[in-house]
Structure formats: C-alpha cells, structure tokens
C-alpha cells in the first residue's frame, strides 16, 4: 500500500466521526463486545434443542466428526478458524501466482491502457 | 396465455433501441422490460408453442415452474439494469443489452435442444458487445477471449445436440426435446461442456474473471446477470442429480475465495465471488433431491439480484473514478453515502445475514447436503459461506468505502444508478424477510426429507449464522490489527487464465502470427482506404472505426451458425 494513494482528507475538510481514533477503539470494543456474546448464545441450547444438520448420525459411533456440531462453540470456532487459515493459505497462494500489473498487457505492441498519455509525451 | 412469446417483446423491441433519439430511447429502455414482465405473468404453467424452422418443429416455448422462475429473474435483471444504464449515450450497448436479456429469456423457454443452440449463439453474439463497450484496447483484446469461450461452447452444444439427435433413420428432433439427460455418451458429455464453459467450471472459469472487470459499470451489470444463470438453468435441467456437479461445485466454492483474498481490483473479487457462488447452486444441482435444487436455483435468482447489486455498487465507483483496484480507493462513503449504504445490503445479502436473500436461499443447499450425508461437502460449503463474508462482505465495501482516506472525493452516483440500486436491495431485504412468499415460486414448496415444510427461520439456524458470521468478521478485523491480513499491491494474479492468455495465445501467437500480421497489414490498408473512397462518394471523410472488427467477429458466428444449420439440413435430406 504506498502512501500517496492514502493521502487522507483534503485540507480544511472538517473531520468525521470515523476518522477520531478513538472512535474506531469504541468500535472495535463494542464489536467484540458483541462477538463474545454471541459466543454465549449457544447456553440457549442447553435449554432450547438445537437442530443439528446430523442428527440421526450423532449418537453412532463413526459420528464423530458429525457430532462436532453440537459441541459448545462449534460455529463460532469454525467462522474463525476457517478466515484464519483462508488467509494464512491466501499470503501463501500470493508468493505463487502474483506477477506486475503488466504481466498479460505486455505481450501486446500497443500500449496498455493507461499508458496512453506518455505515448503521447514521446509523440 | 401471453400474446406473445416471452423473448418477443425485449427482442423486437431492441431492434428499434438504435433508432430512437436519447430521450425516446430512455423511455424505451425501461418501457421494454416491464412489457415483457407483464406479458410473461400473462402466461399459464403447462403453455406450450412450436414453430416450423427450415422443415423443423422446433419447440420454442415451454412454461413450467423453472422456466418461470427464470424468466422472470431475467426480466426483473433487464428493467432494473436499464434503469441503472439511462444515462449511458452508446446506442450499441443499449440495443445489444436488451437484446441480450431477450435472449437468455428465449433460452429457458426452449423446448428443445436446437431452440436452445439459436438462443445461446445470441446470448453469446449479443453480450460480446458489453466486454467491447469500454471501446479501449484492453476491452476489445478481452471480448476476443470471451467470445472464443462462447463460441467454443456453442459449437459443443451444437455438435452434441446433433450426435444426440441422430437415431436409425436420421436426425429425429424428437431425441433432443431438452430434458433430463445422464452422461453416458459422447453427445451427453459434449452438451455438459458446453453448459460448463457457460457456467464456468474451473479452468473453463477464465472468461468470467478476464471479462467481467474489463467492461464498464452497465456492461459488467449485465454480464453478471444473464449468461452464467442461463447455464445454471440448464444444468438443472439438463443434469440435475450427475455426482459430477457435486465435485465440480466442490471446487468452484473453494478455489475463488482463495484468489479473492488476493485481488487488488474489487470488480475481479466480486467475479471470482461470483463463481464461488455458482459453486453453491451447482453442488445443489449435484445432488438433485428436490430441496437442494429449489435451493440451486432459489440461489440463482437472489445472486443475480445481491450480486447485481454489489457490482452496480462498484460499477457507480467505477462511473465516477474509472477505476476499482483496491490501492485507488478508500474514504468514499465521505462522498458517496448513499452507494456506500447499498453496498452495504448487497454484501449482508451474499453473507447469507438473517433477514437477507442468501440466508434463505443458501441454506437450503446446505440442508439438502447434511440430508444427502455428504459431511465433507458440508464441512467444505460451511467454509465457503465463512469467505465469503470475507471478501464480498467486508473486503468490498471495507477498502471501497471505509479503509485508508484515499482523499478522493467523487460525487455520489448519478441518479438513475441510485434507483436501480434502491430497488435492488429492497428486493434483497424482500426476499430474506418473506421467504415463504418467494419460495411459491419455485419448481414445488421445499420440503425437508421427512416431509415437513422447510423454514429458514429456526431458532437454531438464525444463531448458529450469526455466531458462524460473527466469528469469521472477527478473525478478519483481528488479523487486520495484528497487520496480519495481507494489503493490497497493485498486481495480477496468474489462474488458469495463464493456460489460455499465454500458453495458448503464444503458441498462436508463433504458429500463426505471420498469417494474421500479413491479414492484419491487409486489413489497415482496407480500412485506410475506404475512408478515402467515402470521402470521393460522400464528401466527407468517414471515422475509421473499430467496431468493424467487432462486427466482423459476429459475422464469424453467424458464419458458423449457418454452416451448422446446412449442415444439419443436410443430415436430414440424407
């Protein structure tokens, strides 16, 4: 991320709620504020029953991996741990198949686009 | 019964399209979509029409329950796409944009399989014209591309229909009335190409992420709208319950969402979004029980609408800044609130967030597959759900609308994308809060495998979403404060396109780059000279256009279509 692109608000532009930090420390505390409870949502089903996607296969012994879903937490942990990995995977695909914005473009004589205007110059 | 075949009135009226004044043109555009819808509401379940072509009864309408459904989505799609392309000026796009929706009605209408063909070599002739609109170099270098996916995919659909077609005393039209089929023969596997080349089946896919971002903010709008759901309509047709969806799909939700993470340009995330989606309805498809293909194609039709909404939010971004690479941009809800806002609905949408279209579409194929037993392929959907919050849900609008200032300040979208915009993410909020009402329109009311009514609104799937939802924003928003989650840079990501664009293209390129130097030296010495000649014939000196070449493209297709015509004609006078 270069640092011209982010310049950030024009000069004398008066400053909006979401540009104080502070702001944005509020937000993030009452989001995971939120998360945790959402987290203790599942003690409802201790009380409510939960309808499981497996459940004729959850009290049979090769249920295993089926039961996971009426653990304590389970889609909670899953959400999470699924971005994780994606993510960690996603850093390692980039090292693989990441190449210059040009990389397609410049198999063609023409310029590519945006280049137009320095053709221009040297015309 | 309508008076008129559904593809009609959008199809005769497209042809006027270029002859009418701005203003008429206007009013045409919007005028036609919603005369189509009513006319296709005036159809009955169980119409049916034929009609006599070159000695063939071909069946060019057949109203059921999915074709409905279809139609019309894509009427929906047309109007709500003319309204956001008001103020487009170029006459082309908006005669070939209506013209393309006509077509994708005409191809769920189709009875049979060569009805089918004529439509699909339309949609392909018909939406070339949105990847070219931009009118730059890069844009006509990607409709080339395109239509080379296209066109290969109708001369598969074509030659199998044919094979198909063939029985002991000749071609029989009987043999292809477009019904279930199973992949037990050459014909059969040529038609699944086909829809899988429309579709975008991995590797097959590169066409959706090469052309899509390559077009403007309407022509982008109405690409993601028609093609790929007509091949989903197919394939629910054609292979509903063909174990080799399930797989296939399998690897559609998941590859994207890897690359999506990656992009820079926020058009190409919502492309690979796209076939992450698709991914979902053909695992639907897959597994063909009734609830997983009412969750297929209940999917499609909110896609068309969430997606539609989230690339009309980037295209307004596109309008107004000519670019969508996530390095450019940041800040814009400063300027553009009301963008911003849609966007918003949009991404809540695909996340599948209670009280939005996914939540009640998606779910059903992921019931469907927990009832089938498939646990890896649910494990694997559940993780496909998680990412795309991640980058249709957050990404976009994040680095689009929040993020770093980019100090940008562009005006808010004009108008008539705002009421597109406005309209689209009502109908979203509309589906996601009254699902039982929506789900009247589906081939039969989803049912669970032991009979009961399927409602999307249980007490545990409205938590367990919401926990799944809530997790996964907190693993991205975590790993953006521990400077974990990767930035932007402004680059390509090579994906199988690179088979294609380099691979295949270089080896074109030595093989027969000579040839076409020497055809293209000829053709600038055409082009230069005719201008010259206008000027002696008309007085006046005509621009040298480049829309020969893409005309010169569509007389190559129907080059071809008319060969294959004679060619069949041929078959049956032998």
Redesign the interface.
């Known amino acids: 991320?270069?640092d011209h692109?982010?310049?950030?608000?024009?000069a004398g532009e008066a400053l909006?709620w979401?540009?104080h930090p502070e702001n944005i420390k509020r937000l993030?505390k009452g989001?995971?504020a939120?998360?945790a409870l959402?987290?203790l949502?599942?003690v409802?089903?201790f009380f409510?029953h939960?309808?499981?996607?497996?459940e004729s296969?959850i009290s049979e012994p090769e249920g295993l991996?089926?039961s996971a879903e009426s653990w304590f937490?389970?889609?909670?942990?899953?959400?999470?741990?699924?971005?994780?990995l994606?993510?960690v995977?996603?850093?390692g695909?980039?090292k693989l198949?990441?190449?210059?914005?040009d990389?397609?473009?410049r198999?063609?004589d023409?310029?590519?686009?945006g280049t137009d205007d320095q053709e221009a110059h040297h015309g | 019964m309508g008076s008129l075949h559904p593809a009609l009135p959008m199809l005769i009226g497209s042809l006027l399209l270029p002859f009418l004044g701005q203003r008429l043109r206007q009013v045409a555009l919007v005028a036609l979509p919603a005369w189509g819808l009513v006319n296709i509401l005036g159809f009955e379940l169980g119409d049916t029409a034929t009609w006599t072509f070159a000695g063939y009864e071909l069946q060019v309408l057949r109203y059921d329950a999915l074709a409905r459904l279809f139609g019309i989505l894509f009427h929906i799609a047309a109007l709500v796409g003319a309204i956001y392309a008001l103020h487009v000026k170029d006459r082309m796009q908006h005669f070939t944009g209506i013209a393309y929706a006509a077509s994708a009605v005409g191809a769920v209408m189709a009875g049979d399989l060569l009805t089918l063909f004529l439509f699909w070599e339309l949609l392909a002739v018909t939406s070339v014209f949105q990847v070219y609109a931009p009118g730059t170099a890069e844009s006509r270098r990607a409709g080339g591309r395109y239509l080379l996916a296209h066109i290969s995919s109708g001369l598969l659909l074509l030659f199998g229909a044919t094979l198909l077609g063939m029985g002991p005393n000749g071609f029989e039209m009987q043999r292809i009335a477009f019904e279930a089929m199973s992949l037990d023969s050459a014909a059969t596997w040529m038609i699944f190409g086909a829809f899988g080349i429309k579709v975008g089946f991995p590797i097959l896919h590169h066409w959706i992420v090469d052309a899509y971002p390559a077009s403007n903010a309407t022509g982008t709008l109405f690409l993601s709208a028609f093609t790929t759901k007509t091949a989903v309509y197919c394939l629910a047709r054609g292979f509903a319950g063909a174990d080799e969806l399930i797989y296939i799909g399998a690897v559609m939700c998941l590859f994207p969402i890897f690359y999506a993470v990656i992009e820079n340009d926020l058009r190409r995330v919502l492309s690979y979004s796209m076939i992450n989606q698709i991914g979902f309805m053909v695992v639907g498809i897959g597994i063909g029980t009734p609830l997983a293909i009412n969750g297929a194609v209940a999917h499609a039709f909110a896609d068309v609408i969430f997606k539609g909404l989230l690339f009309m939010s980037m295209g307004a971004v596109h309008h107004r800044l000519g670019t969508t690479k996530g390095t450019e941009l940041g800040g814009l809800y400063k300027s553009m609130p009301q963008t911003t806002f849609f966007c918003l609905i949009g991404a809540a949408s695909i996340s599948a967030v209670p009280m939005f279209s996914a939540f009640v579409t998606k779910s059903m194929i992921m019931v469907a597959a927990a009832e089938a037993d498939l646990t890896w392929l649910w494990l694997i959907l559940l993780f496909a759900s998680a990412g795309v919050l991640e980058h249709a849900g957050i990404k976009i609008p994040y680095f689009a609308f929040f993020a770093h200032d980019s100090g940008k300040r562009p005006k808010e979208a004009p108008l008539n994308m705002r009421v597109a915009m406005a309209i689209s993410s009502v109908l979203c909020v509309l589906i996601g809060c009254f699902p039982m009402v929506f789900y009247k329109l589906l081939p039969s009311m989803p049912t669970l495998a032991d009979g009961s009514a399927y409602h999307a609104y249980s007490f545990t799937h409205v938590v367990t979403q919401v926990q799944l939802l809530m997790f996964a924003a907190a693993a991205v928003f975590g790993m953006m404060l521990l400077k974990k989650y990767p930035a932007e840079v402004p680059s390509v990501n090579v994906d199988a396109d690179v088979l294609w664009r380099k691979g295949l293209a270089g080896l074109w390129r030595k093989l027969l780059g000579p040839i076409f130097q020497a055809a293209s030296n000829a053709e600038e010495a055409f082009l230069g000279w005719v201008p010259k000649q206008a000027v002696l014939v008309f007085g006046k000196r005509l621009p040298r256009m480049a829309i020969f070449q893409e005309w010169a493209a569509g007389a190559i297709v129907g080059m071809i279509t008319l060969m294959l015509a004679a060619y069949i004609a041929l078959q049956y006078l032998a």
């Open positions: 991320m270069s692109n982010h310049a950030g608000p024009p909006r979401l540009d993030t989001f995971f939120l998360c959402t987290f949502l599942d409802a089903f409510v939960k309808h499981n996607s497996f296969k991996v089926q937490g389970f889609y909670s942990l899953y959400g999470f741990v699924a971005i994780v994606l993510v995977l996603s850093v695909l980039r198949v990441m190449r210059p914005e990389y397609y473009s198999d063609y023409e310029p590519a686009e």
